[in-house]
């Protein structure tokens, strides 16, 4: 529907239709009126909308038909949501006042998105810095708070829409290098929880919880790395950074919602910050003592096998597979740092100023504090094996007109029955997304029958069926989870009260995935499960779930795959690990691209030597 104009959609309808919507719209005398006039009425209706404010981007006329066209649907039953019990007890807005800023704030975040993409980042700072005191006077008083809602209600609220319009005057303040403002503001947000004295110590406000959770999902992690980017990189201070952030993770810290991924990525940029401060170090040691020391090298052995003897047009997959190694790396990007105990130069007699050779950094014992202090933010991560492979390319991005690189896939086409004796077989040639290159890939050398890009949609689906009762059927349902009939998820799904209003229904149904193996009884299978909510609630729309996913129940495997310049995020870091220590079957696809005639040539010349 997304292509089709308001015009089109309402043509589309019929009479009994249109009766039906201009029901919904409460259009007196609807019955009376002809074909064209009931039109004409109708989108005239559509174009104004009370709710406008409430959307992030600007909404026309056909956007809102469609929204009121899907009601529709769901009257008719040909868009189906899952059936709950709406259970509302909190009052969001208290008074008008509170509505008219929860708009006011609304409206300048809309105004500043607009704004940054549209990249006019004057006007966008000039319409902050209007603002700047309102804002930040919202997010410090602590009176706006409301606590008394759940935190998942809390982002509708007006001290969180400020929060929001802050971050974006972040982003404003990066994205025109004015680094130093950027963090100043960051220090001011930081400092609704902790304060920065001259001792270089941290002075708990004594409040309880998360002072920036209390505004709603919190930002905790975010803030942290900007100001380790802002006032490390940018600013050249890395001294500095590093002993703010690091000060504020020594004390007790009551905020839980500083997530996995967020944790490595602070935990990378500290490695960074650290690594930078010991190499200008050692640098000037080096000078300074006029030697240098050989630093010790690792090399990492793969199993490399040769590649193919040639390359047959009647044999295509000989083509697409020129290069495949796969070995088992350990991540280099974290680094796990050994402390120095200072009793050790006092027992063997070392002066202060000697250096030290530690994990392939030399270590100035003046500067030993800096190794005890970096927080333990992650654990060791398990990682899947890496598959290397080097894919054919004939043209550039740019050269082909599209923003990303295509690779060159030859496949074999089977000839007519009637002609296979006449004719030869066959080889198409297609130009194919990483994703898609990778999928054929796999199905042509590694007996895969299927295969699907889906991103995260097929974990959605597999949450969906398996938790669907604990989502939807719980009686009574949690209070404020639900505040319309058409929701496809709890408004509590992504946060902490989402597992702890229903701990216990989540712990019991996860150790009985853990068990069902070991039981006999097919009523209570896994397979039977999936099967019965499946056919029950198949093509709701639930969760993003897609229901046309899954074509089969053969085993299967789960490939992240990254083109050149591409590299996995701290999110897709940390899943990885969790599936990994689930036993999932799993791996990293690192496609790189290389002109087709130089495979080819490199190819025939390796063949040559081989001979």
Request: hydrophobic share 35%.
């Amino acid at each position: 529907m997304q292509p089709l104009s308001s015009e089109m959609l309402i043509h589309a309808l019929n009479r009994q239709e249109l009766d039906q919507l201009a029901g919904m719209y409460n259009i007196k005398n609807f019955k009376s009126l002809t074909m064209i006039q009931l039109r004409d009425t109708l989108l005239k209706t559509s174009s104004v909308s009370p709710m406008a404010s409430f959307f992030k981007v600007s909404i026309q006329s056909k956007d809102r038909l469609k929204g009121l066209y899907a009601m529709m649907l769901v009257r008719r039953g040909e868009l189906v949501f899952p059936s709950y019990v709406v259970n509302r007890k909190s009052t969001i807005y208290r008074t008008s006042d509170e509505f008219q800023k929860f708009l006011e704030f609304m409206s300048l975040e809309i105004r500043l998105e607009y704004l940054i993409s549209q990249k006019s980042y004057d006007l966008a700072l000039q319409l902050c810095l209007d603002k700047k005191t309102k804002l930040i006077d919202e997010v410090m008083n602590l009176s706006f708070r409301r606590i008394d809602l759940p935190q998942f209600l809390r982002r509708f609220t007006s001290p969180y829409r400020a929060f929001r319009s802050l971050l974006l005057m972040i982003d404003i303040y990066e994205r025109q290098r004015k680094y130093n403002e950027a963090i100043k503001l960051i220090e001011t947000l930081l400092s609704l929880t902790w304060s920065l004295h001259n001792d270089d110590k941290f002075l708990n406000l004594k409040l309880t919880g998360c002072v920036l959770d209390q505004l709603g999902p919190c930002r905790l992690g975010y803030l942290l790395n900007r100001y380790i980017i802002n006032q490390g990189t940018h600013e050249k201070q890395p001294i500095k950074a590093f002993k703010y952030v690091t000060n504020y993770f020594k004390l007790y810290n009551e905020c839980q919602c500083l997530r996995a991924g967020r944790r490595l990525t602070i935990h990378e940029q500290l490695m960074k910050l650290f690594d930078g401060v010991k190499k200008e170090e050692n640098n000037h040691r080096r000078s300074k003592n006029g030697h240098t020391i050989a630093a010790t090298t690792t090399t990492n052995v793969t199993n490399n096998r040769p590649p193919n003897a040639g390359c047959n047009k009647n044999n295509a997959s000989d083509c697409n597979e020129i290069k495949n190694t796969t070995t088992q790396v350990k991540r280099k990007r974290i680094q796990k740092l050994v402390n120095i105990d200072s009793k050790y130069c006092k027992n063997n007699n070392h002066s202060t100023e000697e250096v030290y050779h530690t994990n392939e950094i030399f270590i100035d014992s003046e500067n030993e504090e800096l190794l005890t202090v970096i927080p333990s933010l992650v654990i060791d991560i398990k990682e899947p094996p890496k598959v290397e492979i080097t894919a054919p390319v004939n043209a550039s991005a740019k050269e082909i007109g599209t923003h990303r690189p295509h690779y060159v896939w030859f496949e074999n086409t089977s000839p007519n029955k009637l002609q296979q004796q006449r004719s030869p077989q066959e080889s198409n040639t297609l130009l194919l997304t990483v994703e898609q290159w990778t999928v054929r890939y796999y199905m042509a050398n590694k007996n895969f029958e299927h295969g699907i890009h889906c991103e995260s949609q097929i974990y959605h689906l597999l949450f969906c069926i398996l938790f669907y009762d604990i989502l939807f059927e719980i009686s009574p349902s949690p209070p404020d989870v639900f505040y319309s009939y058409r929701q496809s998820a709890p408004l509590d799904l992504f946060t902490d009260e989402f597992y702890q209003s229903r701990k216990d229904l989540i712990d019991a149904r996860l150790q009985w995935l853990l068990a069902v193996d070991q039981s006999d009884d097919h009523s209570n299978s896994l397979e039977f499960r999936i099967h019965t909510y499946w056919e029950m609630h198949n093509g709701e729309r639930c969760l993003w779930a897609n229901w046309d996913l899954l074509k089969n129940s053969q085993e299967l495997i789960i490939v992240e795959v990254k083109g050149p310049g591409d590299h996995l995020s701290t999110q897709q870091i940390m899943w990885l690990d969790v599936l990994v220590r689930a036993g999932a079957d799993v791996e990293i696809c690192l496609i790189s691209g290389k002109l087709y005639f130089r495979l080819i040539f490199e190819t025939k010349a390796t063949t040559l030597h081989y001979i």
